[in-house]
């Protein structure tokens, strides 16, 4: 049964950091491009960052680039989220999903204001 849970989300003030972090079962983990997406209120689910079976490529929204880095540990089965320079829009519900594959996780809320 595939199984995504999504943690470490939280209050921090904006320029601060957050790691998230996604546990994943239920499936071969490094047979999938994994992929962190956000969703804000009244907003479309949008994709933040991707990254393919053995980290070789990593794909980023341009408004997250040089400030978020996507990662993962295979043998953990394991996918992160490394987020700093935090801005209040950055404020919104993360999500993980295993590409090609109909699994998300339930979302971790991550709100950035002073």
């Known amino acids: 049964q595939v199984q995504l849970v999504e943690s470490g989300g939280g209050l921090v003030q904006p320029g601060g950091s957050l790691l998230l972090s996604c546990a994943a079962s239920g499936f071969t983990f490094s047979w999938y491009t994994m992929s962190w997406y956000r969703q804000a209120p009244g907003k479309e689910r949008e994709l933040v960052a991707s990254i393919t079976r053995f980290g070789g490529r990593t794909n980023y929204k341009d408004s997250m680039k040089g400030r978020f880095t996507i990662s993962r540990d295979n043998a953990k089965n394991t996918m992160y989220l490394q987020m700093n320079s935090l801005k209040p829009e950055d404020t919104a519900v993360y999500y993980c999903?295993?590409?090609?594959?109909?699994?998300w996780g339930q979302g971790t809320q991550v709100t950035v204001s002073s």
């Open positions: 999903k295993a590409e090609d594959l109909a699994a």
